[in-house]
């Protein structure tokens, strides 16, 4: 057990990185202009961010098992499709909300079967089903976008609860699920066990198997969780609006300190570096820095967060 | 210790005999499949156009799998393209010179290529943040420099490159084989190949058996950035045109060629003969989505299905062979 | 007298109206675009920024750093209410869901302008957009004419789900539908990308051993198209549309039959003098439509020039056509 908990030491050891990369672009844009300080702009940089931490939060254990989730962003839509779909054809926003998370759900099973059971390998699996989600989106909706969808659900996105926007809520709420599943029960510590050490979980009598389809599936319900924002935030829902996000989703788990080998994770980390990538966006918006330059920029903050903990590691 | 590693990669070799040969199969299914259901399948226009094409595609998963086999990875491809093309097509239009663009192109490339080594061998930084962070990087290079503009028309001589033929084939296509040649040679015969092999395996044994690692690491990085550079000149060649976005759907199509092909995402493992297999297998479907005329939207689904099953049953396939 | 009256009257309106800059008040006006490398995207930026100038405003460009990316529009849009500019030029990523940003800017009291895509929701200050579907019907009638009515033709589409996609497609199929003597072989998706085009063609050629049209939802895959036949060295009559300049030299050069004008240049030049004039208190069209206009061999000259070198059109001219 304690050998699992030292695992994350290593990680901590290497928060600087996307940290002082975050406390830099704060300090950096609020001298820059007097209207990035405000609570209605760093409202907006964490309800904007909310959709990819739901994201993020499970690809960060999928990462940890050395595996990858590419079909997210598609699975993602695929599930916005659905949720808005049923919500129109029956009325019900709860069941909406179910039929995405369902479908979530079963491309989360389906990428951990194929990765679990049938051993292909997390890139082509997720490769493949991002292709089959993508593709269902297209052909079900004939590439038009679904409207029509009833204001309840709008206001999941746009309402408040004791004056916090809801979406801040779900963003805290799910990290702290995530905090909670990873370093405090048996399924965490299994995940650590995953990537690092998959003997010993299978000599501790658990199915490494079923584990790792239980990561995969989480994070498919995530993303059926996070079609519900993006549903409201749009008041619709469109068959190329989730694409690529996995990337981002990835990206920032890379940047907060989990690595692609031995199992160490950081969740913390990759909250740092979803809201890094938000308050940097949002930053040059402000400032009007035309997009050719945004663009670098964001590859520039990338490679940074990296290689300040690289340096950091050397001795 | 040592011996292990440089044993590995001999048996490596007749594995993949075997993988290849599960691979050429379901390439060859894949064929007799769309030979049956349209008759342009089979016609010789038909079959060098999915050479032509296969044979883009692969030199751009070519030096990608090197990368692979290192267990690296370069999500800088499509954006080295873009950015090789927009260059190169600029120079041939200023100078009205082809071997100049070439010049141009390739070195443009190699240098992308030796920024992610760098990044990757001396800084430490993981190959998937690397080569993600430059790819944005180069992305915004390429749009501020077209700031949305195209360059087109290219001399003659410079299109041969792309659309003309040798013998009644296209030369593309002699360049693949130019490619495969050199590729599988490196990787199989020569001990800078085998010791990519090893360094995929196990980076640790192979370093302390005194390999220079980040050597090699930039070599493989550069290379896979000069095929980038090499596959946006016949890009150019081709469509005759440069525009900023030209790379920017090309990369996820380079990797499933390579994994597709059987070198695995660990490294250590895998050829570029199976890259060869793994694009011919990508060209085929959309060619046979066209022939078909499959429908917009299911093209995704249907390549998506195929993808998964090729690399399954390689994967089962894999696990009951001796 | 009272015709002298009136007529004065008349004339001072009329001066009001055609006046140029009351006053060079520096507006800033926002402009949203779809991304950074359609070329189309380009003329309404350059069309946006030469009438801002001889107007005396002043336009900030905010584009995706993801093409075509609808969450980032959104963000984008959420940031620059922030910032406070006087009036929004906007180009929806999707009509539909960008309808929620157009409603946040009318809350935070911002005039906002809508061009080339016709947004679903929102209150607008104006619309000013050339139709897509007509420009597809236009194109291809002046293609079907010049095949004589008779032949084989391929459609290549643009990116499912894209309004102009959609609406050009249908304007193609709908002129298909007034020719019965022209057979439609196919019609497959080539994303508006150059290469994707090439390698759809040929395929098709390979298919198909008589094409004598080719209907392409954009320039890019046009010449795409091109490229294919002549490497096939097969003859067919190609048509475009976007109006690029690449098109109108390739139309010059006698390769390309023709191609549907999608002015973005003067879109982005209309769109931005009416926020402003708007923000002036001065009255404006509630919408302008430009007429289709197909660009080939008989009226290329006029397009030759590039955009950076064109004036804006003057909006009054526009507005009595």
Avoid at chain 1, 33 to 46: H, K, Q, Y
Avoid at chain 1, 103 to 119: E, K, P, Q, T
Avoid at chain 2, 272 to 280: K, R
């Amino acid at each position: 057990m304690s050998q699992i908990r030292t695992a994350a030491l290593p990680a901590l050891a290497r928060v600087p990185g996307v940290a002082i990369v975050l406390v830099a672009l704060l300090v950096g844009f609020s001298l820059a202009g007097p209207r990035f300080l405000t609570p209605a702009n760093i409202a907006n940089i964490l309800m904007q961010s909310t959709v990819l931490i739901l994201l993020a939060l499970p690809m960060t254990l999928i990462i940890m098992t050395e595996g990858l989730d590419l079909s997210m962003g598609a699975v993602l839509t695929l599930a916005s499709i659905a949720l808005a779909m049923t919500v129109v054809a029956t009325g019900s926003p709860a069941l909406g909300f179910l039929a995405g998370l369902a479908v979530g759900l079963g491309f989360g099973l389906a990428n951990g079967a194929l990765v679990a059971l049938i051993g292909i390998p997390p890139f082509i699996a997720t490769l493949g089903t991002l292709g089959i989600a993508q593709g269902l989106a297209l052909a079900v909706t004939d590439g038009q976008s679904v409207v029509g969808i009833p204001p309840s659900i709008e206001r999941v996105y746009s309402g408040t609860l004791f004056a916090v926007p809801i979406p801040i809520i779900i963003g805290a709420a799910a990290y702290a699920l995530g905090h909670l599943l990873l370093y405090h029960t048996r399924f965490g510590a299994a995940v650590f066990a995953l990537g690092g050490n998959r003997e010993a979980l299978r000599l501790a009598g658990a199915s490494d198997r079923a584990m790792l389809i239980v990561v995969y599936a989480v994070g498919g319900l995530m993303a059926g969780f996070a079609a519900l924002l993006m549903t409201a935030r749009m008041n619709s829902a469109h068959p190329t609006a989730g694409i690529g996000l996995e990337f981002d989703a990835i990206a920032a788990v890379a940047v907060g300190g989990t690595s692609f080998e031995r199992g160490n994770g950081w969740l913390f980390g990759t909250l740092l570096g979803v809201v890094a990538v938000g308050v940097l966006r949002n930053g040059l918006n402000l400032l009007a820095v035309p997009s050719s330059a945004q663009v670098a920029c964001i590859g520039a903050l990338v490679i940074l967060a990296l290689f300040i903990d690289a340096l950091r590691s050397r001795p | 210790m040592s011996q292990m590693a440089e044993t590995r990669p001999r048996l490596a070799l007749s594995r993949d005999v075997l993988q290849a040969f599960y691979r050429l199969l379901a390439a060859a299914l894949l064929c007799a499949a769309l030979a049956l259901a349209s008759d342009a399948f089979l016609t010789l226009g038909n079959i060098l156009n999915v050479l032509r094409q296969t044979a883009l595609l692969f030199l751009m998963a070519s030096g990608l799998t090197l990368v692979i086999l290192t267990a690296g990875l370069d999500l800088s491809v499509g954006a080295n393209i873009g950015l090789s093309a927009c260059l190169a097509a600029s120079v041939i239009q200023a100078t009205g010179s082809a071997g100049l663009g070439v010049a141009t192109g390739i070195g443009c490339g190699a240098l992308i290529g030796i920024c992610n080594g760098a990044l990757v061998a001396w800084l430490r930084i993981p190959s998937f943040i690397a080569t993600y962070g430059m790819m944005w990087m180069l992305t915004g290079v390429t749009y501020y420099y077209m700031a949305g503009e195209t360059i087109h028309g290219f001399p003659p001589s410079f299109r041969q490159f792309g659309s003309g033929y040798l013998l009644g084939v296209p030369i593309p296509v002699y360049v693949m084989v130019l490619f495969l040649g050199i590729g599988t040679l490196f990787a199989q015969r020569t001990i800078w190949g085998q010791q990519i092999y090893a360094l995929g395996a196990n980076p640790e044994a192979t370093r302390l058996s005194g390999v220079p690692v980040e050597r090699r690491l930039l070599l493989v990085y550069t290379f896979s950035g000069a095929m980038a550079g090499l596959a946006s000149l016949i890009i150019l060649a081709r469509i005759n045109s440069a525009q900023g976005d030209i790379g920017e759907e090309l990369t996820l199509p380079a990797i499933a060629a390579v994994l597709i092909g059987g070198t695995s995402l660990f490294g250590g493992s895998g050829s570029v003969s199976g890259t060869l297999i793994g694009a011919l297998i990508l060209t085929l479907v959309l060619n046979g989505m066209n022939l078909l005329q499959i429908n917009a939207s299911w093209q995704p689904l249907a390549t998506g299905l195929i993808i998964l099953l090729a690399v399954g049953i390689d994967t089962i396939t894999r696990r009951t062979a001796p | 007298m009272k015709t002298i009256v009136s007529l004065a009257a008349l004339v001072v309106l009329a001066g009001q109206v055609l006046a140029g800059p009351a006053l060079a008040a520096n507006e800033t006006i926002a402009v949203f675009t779809k991304n950074q490398t359609n070329p189309y995207f380009q003329a309404v930026r350059v069309g946006s920024e030469t009438a801002a100038k001889s107007l005396g405003a002043k336009v900030i460009q905010y584009i995706p750093t993801k093409p075509d990316s609808i969450p980032e529009q959104l963000s984008q849009v959420e940031d620059v209410i922030v910032k406070k500019p006087d009036a929004i030029l906007f180009i929806p990523v999707d009509y539909k869901a960008l309808v929620p940003a157009v409603e946040k800017i009318n809350a935070a009291g911002i005039p906002v302008t809508n061009i080339t895509d016709r947004i679903a929701g929102g209150k607008l200050v104006a619309y000013v957009g050339a139709d897509d579907y007509n420009i597809g019907l236009a194109t291809a009638r002046h293609l079907l004419k010049q095949m004589g009515g008779k032949g084989n033709v391929v459609i290549l589409e643009g990116v499912k789900g894209s309004l102009t996609n959609t609406d050009r497609v249908r304007g193609f199929n709908d002129a298909l539908k007034e020719n019965s003597g022209v057979k439609l072989l196919a019609s497959q998706p080539a994303n508006y990308q150059r290469l994707n085009a090439l390698q759809v063609m040929e395929n098709l050629i390979q298919s198909f051993p008589q094409i004598d049209g080719v209907l392409a939802a954009n320039d890019p895959m046009a010449v795409g198209a091109l490229e294919a036949l002549d490497g096939a060295n097969r003859k067919a009559l190609v048509v475009g549309i976007n109006g690029s300049k690449e098109a109108v030299e390739m139309i010059k050069a006698g390769r390309l039959l023709a191609s549907g004008d999608f002015n973005g240049f003067i879109q982005g030049c209309l769109g931005v003098e009416i926020a402003i004039r708007n923000l002036r208190k001065e009255q404006t069209p509630k919408e302008i439509i430009l007429k289709p206009v197909v660009i080939e061999k008989s009226n290329f000259q006029a397009y030759e020039a590039p955009v950076e070198q064109r004036t804006c059109p003057k909006l009054s001219d526009m507005v009595t056509n």
